[in-house]
């Protein structure tokens, strides 16, 4: 069976060769690096609002800090806040900030951070961090330097949260680095951030590190970096995998991220076979994912996964694996066919399960994959773009903290028609619950219930990939999938 797609195979040739016309190449230099983002959508790049793309975020933590941030390893660490501190009971989270400006010169306040986090928290009830901004209860400037944040409920990775890039702070436009704006004329272009005062200008124009970002489809962005024209290329996923090869970048400088999260196939919609629990778990049985994971070049460490939550967050003693967890592929085919069988015999044809998926040479190789095993039992699927009317759509999503609850809620009524209200119930009692142990049990139980609904098929851990070639300063791989700009450079956050 071929699973390339013609299409996009034919592009890369074609882009690889325009990109190599245009451009010579530079020579390297660790102090000025080029990085490009490659986006599916709008190449927009806006570091303002809630709802930013990859590239817009990557912006914004270069020129906006928030109270703390994420190093190029995916650790917390200090950016506005200089320490800070727990309660036992940990709803009150105090921070004590450092003596510095925003890049127009004016002092940073508590009172004036405080007041942007409230102004912050509320724009983030519209964004992907909409669950876990409705925690927080309270912001409070208690001195000069120093900010208080209540929540209503224990939030055990509530710094990983405020290390988001969204939480970034803007005062009236202006953003306190670690990065500042030097054009925007070509390509964005970043360089050091200096508190304005006359001392520092000699400084600042001895400075010469820069950073580059743009953004563009993948094609265009491998082909600029097998060019020389780009050092660094990231946010590349399970679907741009096809265009590494046929570009022939070196394994040695594919940088696969071990981030956590969900990938696989969610329902958004569950009409006649596919309404009923027991036949979405024909679909879970169905998928062969060792061999649709190896269906993809040169990603041999991709992990596959029959469970919701990862194994490193579960809880001793619930088991949240699927029944049929236990049986051999050749079993779980056996047991599928019987099941169609005798449901066609009652209830007549079923129709093809409709997935939708971006147009693009590895989504042509998940969704074949998937048609070619459920046709081996009695079903079959079809491909629709991502704008039409489907049975359910891929789910790609990285967790931006270590916590069940954001795995959880993204399979809620909120997120998808196809839910189960009992599951949303208890997980609103596990939010109110403060002690963590009945959290996390309360937790565990409602993956127990949602694997029992099949409203989402676990396929994989996701994948996000990056380019760039061994030894590059600043650049490291990491769980969180994140790489900030300014330690490309040597720039530190505070």
Not at 124 to 153: A, C, F, K, P
Not at 297 to 305: D, L, M
Not at 459 to 468: E, K, L, Q
Request: proline content about 6%; hydrophobic content about 45%; glycine content about 6%.
């Amino acid at each position: 069976m071929n699973f390339r797609s013609t299409s996009w195979f034919k592009i890369l040739p074609a882009t690889l060769a325009v990109t190599l016309l245009g451009s010579c190449g530079f020579a390297g230099d660790e102090d000025q690096v080029r990085v490009t983002v490659i986006e599916d959508g709008s190449a927009r790049i806006n570091p303002v609002g809630t709802r930013l793309n990859f590239v817009s975020s990557t912006m914004r933590a270069a020129i906006a800090k928030g109270l703390v941030g994420l190093d190029e390893q995916g650790r917390v660490v200090p950016a506005l806040a200089a320490r800070w501190i727990v309660s036992d009971d940990g709803l009150s989270y105090i921070f004590r900030l450092f003596d510095a400006k925003w890049d127009d010169g004016r002092e940073i306040t508590a009172e004036r951070v405080a007041r942007l986090l409230r102004e912050r928290f509320s724009e983030l009830r519209n964004s992907r961090l909409q669950y876990d901004v409705s925690e927080v209860e309270e912001v409070l400037s208690m001195t000069g330097r120093v900010i208080e944040i209540r929540l209503d409920s224990p939030h055990p990775n509530f710094l990983q949260l405020l290390a988001q890039p969204e939480m970034g702070l803007f005062r009236a436009g202006h953003g306190a680095g670690p990065m500042r704006l030097l054009s925007e004329e070509d390509v964005i272009k970043l360089s050091r951030f200096d508190e304005p005062s006359e001392e520092e200008q000699d400084a600042e124009e001895e400075d010469d590190r820069w950073v580059s970002l743009r953004s563009e489809p993948a094609a265009i962005a491998i082909a600029r970096y097998r060019a020389g024209a780009v050092q660094v290329v990231l946010n590349g996923k399970y679907h741009h995998l096809p265009l590494i090869g046929a570009a022939g970048i070196s394994s040695g400088d594919i940088r696969l991220d071990p981030v956590a999260g969900l990938f696989g196939l969610r329902f958004i919609r569950a009409e006649g076979f596919w309404a009923v629990p027991e036949n979405r778990e024909i679909l879970a049985m169905t998928i062969n994912r060792p061999a649709l994971l190896t269906s993809f070049p040169g990603v041999s460490a991709w992990q596959s996964r029959l469970k919701i939550i990862p194994e490193a967050l579960d809880v001793d003693g619930i088991n949240t694996y699927p029944d049929w967890a236990s049986m051999t592929m050749q079993d779980r085919m056996a047991y599928a066919r019987n099941h169609v069988s005798r449901w066609k015999a009652s209830e007549g044809p079923v129709a093809p399960l409709a997935i939708a998926l971006p147009d693009a040479a590895g989504a042509d190789i998940l969704f074949k994959r998937i048609q070619s095993d459920l046709r081996r039992v009695g079903l079959n699927a079809r491909k629709v773009e991502l704008n039409q009317a489907a049975d359910v759509q891929l789910l790609d999503e990285i967790a931006p903290y270590d916590s069940p609850q954001w795995f959880l809620k993204q399979l809620t009524c909120m997120a998808t028609p196809v839910c189960l209200n009992d599951a949303d119930t208890q997980i609103t009692e596990a939010e109110a619950a403060t002690n963590l142990e009945i959290k996390a049990r309360l937790y565990a139980e409602v993956e127990n219930m949602l694997v029992d609904h099949y409203n989402f098929i676990p396929i994989a851990v996701p994948i996000r990939w990056s380019i760039a070639r061994q030894g590059q300063r600043g650049f490291a791989v990491n769980p969180r999938g994140w790489h900030p700009l300014n330690p490309l450079v040597g720039i530190p956050i505070s």
